[in-house]
């Protein structure tokens, strides 16, 4: 028997869950304010990070205010390399909250060594100072009233992209954000497709292959792999809703998957049992009037440093009604 590849199901699976989900997710986990930017007057910071260009159906309606730049090759620049964003995002948890932008910088520079090697220490210092300063900007910027309006979503990222594209030189939004471009951008061209009344059935499936194929093949092989990833998570949610015990979990995964993946999709499943509960925990707290150095103590004891880097975006996750997720 031939049994389907299974992996750890990766954040990418967001692009193949359902369209209103993952277009709210655009916004709360994965574009807005960003997480644990500094605190200024007036200025609120939620969660959030994403980007879009162009793979949009025709009847989109044009809002951005200024097109991104094009995706481009990797840059041969030391500094400007994959996973530079994740590393801004890791120096600035370190950092810690901050009362202003200014004493947030000065913070950097003694843990900027940490995070990036000397012979580009200086340069990522002044770009990690600019991220500060974007942050701050994101702040001021207004959610959508309506996670799942299509229009009000790409209103909310041409803002964004503005504040991008005036913070950062073409080659750093590139390395920064253009990596998640065409995927975010996909997720929003679905999210429009799917709610276009004037589209058959027919209509919509053309449109969707369409804009499936104007993504690039790594993309596009992501994408594949993301719907698998659902369909496990799918099963999964069916497994809970049945009652369904260990031992016959572990029966069907086998039939389908193999022995070996039904064993690590079990150490998943006792995973986020324990992550969930752990969420649990945090939101009770969160209700029972906790002072803010309380919370922060009870997420330092509940959550290691990577997974605070995802505890805002699961929170407004939790947030989002039932229907929509």
């Given at each position: 028997?031939t049994?389907?590849p299974?992996?750890r ?12 989900a993952a277009?709210?997710l655009?916004w709360w986990t994965?574009?807005?304010?960003a997480q644990?930017?500094p ?19 025709p ?10 730049p ?9 500094l ?11 120096l ?6 901050a009362p202003?932008?200014?004493l ?6 003694g843990?900027?060594?940490?995070f ?7 340069r990522a210092?002044?770009?990690?100072h600019?991220y500060?300063?974007?942050r ?17 979503l ?11 594209m005036?913070a950062?030189?073409?080659?750093e ?7 998640d471009?065409q ?17 058959t059935?027919d209509?919509k ?15 596009q092989?992501q ?8 369909g496990l998570?799918?099963?999964?949610a069916?497994?809970d ?7 016959a ?10 022995a070996?993946?039904?064993q690590?999709?079990a150490q998943m499943d006792?995973?986020?049992r ?19 150095a309380?919370?922060?103590?009870l997420?330092s004891?509940?959550?290691t440093?990577q997974?605070q ?8 996750l ?8």
């Open positions: 028997m049994h389907r299974v992996t199901i990766p954040g990418a699976a967001l692009a193949a869950c359902g369209i209103a277009a709210a655009i994965a574009g807005g304010p644990q930017a605190r200024t007057p007036g200025a609120e910071t939620d969660s959030a990070m994403a980007e879009g260009t162009r793979a949009r159906s009847a989109t309606p044009a809002v951005w205010d200024a097109p991104a094009p995706v481009a090759a990797a840059s041969d620049d030391p400007l390399g994959p996973g530079l964003r994740d590393t801004l995002e890791a600035l948890h370190a950092a810690g909250e202003e932008p200014g947030l910088k000065a913070r950097l520079e843990l900027i060594g940490q990036f090697p000397p012979h580009v220490a200086t210092l002044a770009l990690a600019r500060v300063d974007y701050v900007a994101l702040g001021r910027l207004q959610a959508p009233a309506d996670l799942r309006d299509p229009q009000a790409r209103q909310a990222l041409a803002a964004r992209q503005k504040v991008r005036a950062f030189e073409p080659d939004y590139q390395a920064l954000f253009a990596a471009a995927m975010d951008e996909y997720l929003l061209s679905r999210l429009e497709i799917e709610r276009d009344p004037s589209l059935a209509q499936s053309a449109a969707l292959q369409q804009a499936e194929s104007a993504l690039g093949p790594a993309l092989a994408r594949s792999e993301a719907v698998a990833h659902v998570a799918r099963q999964t069916d497994f809703a049945q009652g369904m015990d260990a031992t979990r572990f029966s069907a995964r086998s039939a389908e998957y193999g070996e993946a039904a690590r999709l006792t995973q986020d324990q992550w969930q509960g752990r969420l649990d925990q945090y939101q009770a707290a969160m209700g029972s009037g906790y002072s803010s309380r919370l922060a103590q997420r004891e509940l959550f440093p997974e880097l995802r505890l805002e975006g699961a929170m407004a939790r947030a989002l009604p039932a229907q929509v997720r």
